[in-house]
């Protein structure tokens, strides 16, 4: 089957940095993306993964174990719009597996 | 990058009638296109791959007859809500893939069409 898991929720502090994990089990592997969703937006890609280790771009880095089944996105220098919801998703086949989503919120 | 756009972004409709949302790719040809549905606090889930030229790709549970999906050229899909009632309120969002939908390809996004059937 697929599980996908994340943390429900996490609040950290503007200019600091977060990691939002992401573990997975799926029946197939084809690569991981994590995609950033305002509240009633669709998602916008973030990163994609498919070879271990870690993938950097701006202020967002994402890291990829597929031997542990797990993934981090790391924000740094958090900014008040980082707040949003973060989806880790797997990509079997060429259909995406969705987890349920981290909301995270940035705090002054 | 890759621009997806769908039509309505908001919809009210009776219980009972019929509801088509259009998703376009923009500046890029899909053959594959995907149609996902998010119910509030809840993530996406995939409801139906889209292929042009053929039958959609139902997921487990979905009806088939009760959401119509036409991919009618390499830029357009539509999926019809057919007797829609409340329970079919919801996020749909739609996703394209550049080229021939390849695994390697990313899924962009359309700005997806709230529906709330009174």
């Known amino acids: 089957g697929q599980n996908i898991d994340q943390p429900t929720e996490m609040t950290a502090t503007e200019g600091a940095i977060v990691q939002i994990n992401c573990t997975y089990q799926t029946s197939g592997f084809n690569g991981l993306f994590w995609y950033q969703q305002h509240a009633g937006e669709a998602p916008t890609f973030l990163s994609y993964?498919?070879?271990?280790g870690l993938e950097e771009k701006g202020r967002f880095s994402s890291f990829l174990s597929r031997s542990k089944g797990y993934s981090y996105l790391l924000l740094k220098e958090l900014q008040m719009k980082d707040s949003a919801s973060y989806l880790c998703a797997v990509r079997e086949g060429n259909k995406l597996v969705f987890g349920a989503g981290t909301i995270l919120r940035v705090k002054s | 990058g890759a621009v997806v756009s769908q039509h309505p972004s908001r919809v009210i409709c009776k219980s009972g009638t019929s509801v088509k949302i259009e998703c376009r790719s923009l500046d890029f040809q899909a053959t594959t296109m995907f149609w996902y549905r998010q119910f509030p606090k809840q993530s996406l889930m995939l409801m139906a791959t889209s292929n042009e030229g053929s039958k959609a790709t139902y997921e487990q549970g979905v009806e088939k007859d009760k959401f119509l999906i036409n991919h009618a050229s390499l830029t357009l899909s539509t999926l019809t809500v057919t007797s829609a009632h409340p329970e079919d309120s919801s996020f749909y969002i739609c996703?394209?893939?550049?080229?021939?939908?390849?695994?390697?390809?990313?899924?962009?996004f359309g700005p997806g069409t709230r529906l709330l059937v009174l």
């Open positions: 996703s394209a893939v550049p080229g021939q939908g390849g695994y390697r390809e990313t899924q962009y």
């Open positions: 993964n498919v070879l271990d």
